[in-house]
């Protein structure tokens, strides 16, 4: 059976036992902050075995896309080197919630093996833990599974979430690869998992932990499986390594023939072969290479299937090209994969040729270093610069060093490494936690989608990470009120600013910031004084809310126009929205062209003008999904959310729809008016878009009006003429430059007409050392090689002194420059004038900036020339 026709089998049969198919999640998992990539198949159901989310369904099956590159399963360098491990493999899974317990599973589970995919009893070995009776029985006595196939054991067959939580007794079933592989059965002494392979883990979660470590039976048990697609198929397709089955002989004949290797066993080919699946993936889930989280892991997959390929010889571009391979193969299972072909390709190209000059500038850094290393141990910090600063990998240096007979200092580099973090936990650390020892019940209501001002109760005051009874006037704290209109920083919108008042006191609020369920007011007590129990009237900023109002709609609109220019591709990783204007970041792998910002902004200027009523509601996350609704990755959602829909409908649906707490504008025609101000890169894979609205957008193209007048006021032209008068003076000043430079040159070649006359014999090498008045580095090269022809064979050093500094070449004939290079004479020349140059054996430039050292250094030229030509 082929790797496609077992997961359909697989998904077909669970489907007959009345389970509902339930397509692959995201590689990055949705609400998850505790995990790096989605590494089983129960990942996007653990809301629901925990009881935080309801299915309409209890019994479930999938086929799960997983990654297993980073965080605590990280098997990154065995990839490649062993017959089983992989970065990317996919989960067959079933699951029950609540439904169906220990006998349907086993049952289901044994049923697959040896009925549909027809494997011998014989072949099949079982364990349960130790303490699971009951799984025991049903294997032994109502299955008939023979005793002498069948072990129990300990921690290896019990499974839990984390510390605490969900847990239970696991039972897995083994494939026997047959006595001509060495190895034991589970649990045996010489159990290497090589001869008897896990195929089928069944998870039976029927306790909880609590926090001192005891056992509590869960009301409602479930189940949770998972077997690896490319183990079964090894199985299935009669094959020891998961490198032989279909899908990744087909996967390396491609790779194969693009490096130009045929040796399908070829450790580096698998690397590559195995790689190009979880990089495609990962793009094709919005990760984008980059220098942090994620996308410092893509970035690490990629750039070791490169290296792979440079060890197998091949020096190009090559990556990228192997995305057409892995479409024909897993697209029709995963249209995501086809669908964003060409994002993926440009993705890995560009990072490929990212990484050929990260590779040329760290490997010319690291060979400096290496020349005049004392000793036989790279410093660390030299290994952590090129890491950090060149993006070099430190198994690259490692295996460089390794190549030369030098270790690492790795204890230096963790040390610089650690100084690095350090820093950045400082640098984060700009405003004043509140969260030290406070303890609040309850909640705070929000009441700021219908008012900027309400009265409240003072529920607690917090003054330097204490809870006090009252404030004073003059001392900065923050209040906590049982009912608000004020909004707390969350999703990109900053909190709202205003002032509590009640008769003489006021309180000036700077910020509103949230700690758990509560609203924090942050400020500072102008007059009067406030304690526990005080009525106050909560007052917001409403000129301030509005403009941020503005901006917030703006971006939702910004959002979804992205996507309807760039591509699908498109996900916020990002956002800040105050007053003044937005900032918007997304996945997008290259810069985004004037003429796309042009169609983004006219886009969301039409939805502004078109003034369709922005509406809200409160819904389930699943009704909100179904509605189209966009959840940002990694955002945790209550069961209630709230649904914010923009803009003008269509047959696909309403031009924006999002999940959204901030506050937002009436209509969309409240915003009035987009103007791009900027678009940047702020990583690899990401962009930043700003822009402002409204009345600032306005005062924008004012200020843009009066500029324009002034230049066409010194140009003498209408402003609708400026563009035309811009490029006759271009035309001129290029048609001056030119001339200028003619002139320089015939000056230069003037003034060396007779410097040949000026060379000096030493050890029967003509050398010429000689400064050139008015010349500029142009015309110094040009007449550099006029003296090489002139010469015939020679080596030569020209300097033209400015105002500040001396400008220098110096060359070399070819037939010398294997007894001197022409960049070790720059680098001599410019070290004696206090400055720095290089360059080829046979021309080589730099410069200086001691001026009155330049006749001394002249002079010592045929000397210098004496002691180090070979």
Known sequence: MKSAQIREAFLKY????????????????????????????MVQFKDTFLGQDSRPYVRATSSQRCVRAGGKHNDLENVGYTARHHTFFEMLGNFSFGDYFKREAIRFAWQFLTEVLQLPAERLWVTVHISDDEAADIWLKEVGVSADRFSRLDEDNFWQMGDTGPCGPSSEIFYDHGEDVPGG???????????????????????ERSADGELHPLPKPSVDTGMGLERIAAVMQG????????????????????????????????????????????????????????GFVLRRIIRRAVRHG??????????????????????????ELREKQSIIEGALRKEEEQFAKTLDKGLALLDDALESLEGTEVPGELVFTLHDTYGFPTDLTQDIARERGLTLDMAGYEEAMNAQRERARAAGKFKQDYSGNIELEGTTEFLGYDNTDAAGKVLAIIKDGEQVDRLEEGESGAI?????????????????????????TRFEVSDCTKLGGHHLHQGKLLAGSIALGDQVVAEV???????????????HLLHAALRKVLGEHVTQKGSLVDSERLRFDFSHPEAVTAKQLRAIEALVNNQIRANTAVETEETDIETAKAKGAMALFGEKYGDTVRVLSMGERSDAGTFSVELCGGTHVARTGDIGLLRIVGESGIASGQRRIEAVTGAHALAMFDQAQQRLDHASALLKARPENLGDKVEQLLASNRKLEKELA????????????????????????????????GADPKSLRDLADQMKNKLGSGIVLLAAPGEEKVALIAAVTKDLTGRLAAGDLMRFAAGELGGKGGGRPDMAQGGGTDLQALPGVLKSVPEWVKSNIK
Not at 189 to 205: A, H, Q, S, T
Not at 541 to 555: F, P
Request: with cysteine.
């Open 14 to 41: 669970f489907e007959e036992q009345g389970h509902t198919r339930v397509a692959s999640s995201s590689l990055v998992p949705g609400n998850d902050p505790t995990l790096l990539f989605t590494n089983a198949g």
């Open 185 to 207: 059965p589970p649990g045996s002494e010489n159990d290497d998992l090589d001869r008897y392979i896990e195929i089928w883990n069944l998870v039976f979660m029927q306790f």
């Open 239 to 294: 094959v020891h390594s998961n490198y032989e089955i279909d899908l990744f002989q087909a996967l390396l004949k491609a790779a194969g023939e693009v490096v130009g290797c045929t040796d399908t066993e070829e450790k580096s080919l698998r690397v590559i072969a195995d790689h190009i699946r979880s990089c495609s993936f990962l793009i094709a889930d919005g990760v984008m290479p980059s220098n942090e989280g994620r």
């Open 310 to 335: 440079h060890k197998l010889g091949h020096q190009e571009i090559f990556f990228h090209k192997l995305v057409a391979a892995l479409v024909e193969q897993m697209g029709e299972a995963y249209p």
């Open 480 to 504: 906590v009120l049982d009912r608000t209109p004020f909004y707390a920083e969350s999703g990109g919108q900053v909190g709202d600013s205003g002032y509590l008042q009640a008769g003489d």
């Open 541 to 555: 900023a409403g000129d301030v809310r509005q403009s941020t109002a503005l901006n917030h709609s703006a971006t």
């Open 742 to 773: 003619q002139l320089k040159t015939r000056l230069a070649s003037g003034a060396g007409g007779d410097l040949t006359s000026q060379a000096v014999e030493v050890d029967g090498v003509k050398v010429l050392a000689a400064s050139i008045d």
